[in-house]
């Protein structure tokens, strides 16, 4: 969401080497004066000032070579705010949003999912000078190999974290009865938006209806779901990346997204568009060194050229667009490279880094083992598994008996997984994880290994595809 004279394809395919989910946050600004009161008075709109943020530079090599430098401090500074603290005194001081599976959200729109990826946090904090931020356009990354560049895609551990070929064609998602008297403008804006992104990438989003009255982060008939909050306002709505596990993939909607002014441009659609840029694994834009401000972190695969109106870039942090929050000609470029072109996406993708292969397919294997055990700080090996490069992987941890304990899940397809090296790795505080990821065009070896956090008994299913 930001402007730029005339730079060509935005979008950036984002790393996420810590965990971070992505929010749209409002721009402070002072309230408007209450009307007179009345018998159940409707609470004032919230008036934004739209405008890019002030002393906005150009992207020169020195600009953005400051801009590191900057960077840079204030990592070191962040750092030091909590050196010889504990992690009970930064849990405390972490807001943590409300309801099921609330999430912990630090600066304003760095998300946990779980107290150990909090901690985590914590310690690299605490542990390197420049252990700071989580957020992007660019498309986020998960571990692997192979670093394309270009709009901005999110990272999990240094791999693309975006939807393969075998799924981005059903984003099926529920819309809470919680909306009450507002739920069929939800239900429209939810489809209007994905509709822009339908038309610019070989993507579908698909509404049930049929599961909106069980719409809640553990119902498994839908990748994912949208429900109201209440987090006075800390955000207008948070989302997701396609990496996060089924709990995890919530689209949240607080009050104030309904309280904006009408004379705004801001509107719950573009909200809603930018949301769902993040569940397809954009990050935002601004967190590119080109921007100037507003820096999160490096953990982005750049798809296309920087672009300050991208419906992923803040306009307040040096962004040349406003809140209409709609996709520009360089997000649709960028959206095309990673997932093909849409229904209605006129953009030449000849500029496109990198594209996500088809999925492979073949004669699909599983293989069990139950009744398994794990002591506490060890780590157990199982694989490798022999299987069909450029295939889907689904590799499921289950807790057993009546005290499971808390097994973590490593998958890897190099080489066993370490504490420290890993493809994917849930890392949350209960025994049910699972990782699905399709295996890379350059491997045929599928690496998995369990970790007792605590003492553990699980179960562990691999479902893939032989070579």
């Not at 930001?2 to 060509?8: I, Q």
């Not at 400051?66 to 050196?83: C, D, H």
């Not at 990748?223 to 919530?250: H, M």
């Not at 109106?309 to 040096?318: E, L, R, T």
């Amino acid at each position: 969401m930001k402007s730029a004279p005339s730079l060509s394809l935005p979008l950036a395919l984002a790393l996420a080497a810590v965990l971070t989910a992505p929010a749209c946050k409002r721009q402070e600004a002072p309230q408007p004066v209450a009307p007179a009161p009345e018998p159940t008075p409707e609470p004032p709109p919230i008036t934004l000032k739209i405008r890019p943020a002030s002393g906005a530079v150009e992207a020169s090599e020195a600009n953005v070579a400051k801009t590191k430098e900057q960077i840079a401090e204030s990592a070191q500074k962040m750092r030091e705010q909590w050196i010889g603290k504990s992690f009970e005194d930064f849990e405390k001081a972490v807001y943590r949003e409300p309801g099921e599976n609330g999430k912990y959200i630090v600066n304003g729109d760095i998300a946990f999912a779980d107290r150990k990826h909090l901690e985590e946090f914590f310690d690299h904090l605490q542990d390197s000078a420049n252990g700071v931020a989580g957020g992007k356009l660019v498309v986020n990354r998960i571990g692997g190999e192979g670093e394309p560049a270009g709009l901005a895609v999110a990272t999990f551990n240094g791999r693309a974290d975006v939807w393969n070929s075998g799924n981005k064609k059903r984003l099926t998602y529920c819309v809470s009865t919680g909306f009450g008297a507002r739920h069929a403008a939800v239900v429209a804006d939810m489809e209007a938006a994905g509709r822009a992104w339908e038309e610019a990438a070989d993507v579908d989003f698909v509404y049930l209806p049929a599961q909106n009255g069980n719409c809640t982060a553990s119902n498994p008939g839908v990748v994912f779901d949208v429900r109201p909050v209440n987090v006075d306002g800390n955000y207008l709505a948070r989302a997701f990346f396609p990496s996060d596990q089924r709990r995890d993939r919530n689209v949240l909607i607080d009050e104030s997204a309904f309280q904006l002014d009408p004379a705004d441009k801001l509107k719950l659609v573009g909200i809603l568009r930018h949301e769902l840029g993040h569940a397809l694994g954009w990050r935002h834009e601004q967190t590119r060194p080109e921007a100037g401000t507003c820096f999160e972190d490096s953990d982005y695969i750049p798809v296309t050229d920087y672009d300050r109106f991208s419906v992923m870039h803040y306009p307040h942090c040096n962004g040349g667009g406003d809140w209409s929050l709609t996709l520009t000609a360089a997000d649709k470029a960028g959206a095309g490279c990673i997932y093909g072109k849409g229904s209605n996406n006129p953009e030449n993708l000849g500029a496109c880094r990198f594209r996500m292969p088809d999925v492979a397919s073949g004669s699909a294997a599983s293989e069990t083992f139950a009744a398994q055990t794990v002591a506490k700080g060890a780590m157990k090996h199982y694989g490798p598994f022999r299987v069909k490069p450029g295939s889907l992987l689904e590799v499921r941890l289950s807790g057993a008996g009546a005290t499971p304990g808390d097994p973590d899940l490593y998958v890897d397809f190099t080489r066993k997984p370490e504490l420290n090296r890993w493809v994917c790795r849930p890392y949350l505080s209960r025994a049910d994880e699972v990782c699905e990821l399709q295996v890379p065009s350059n491997r045929s070896e599928v690496f998995v290994a369990v970790r007792g956090y605590t003492a553990a008994n699980f179960g562990l299913q691999v479902n893939y595809v032989k070579p």
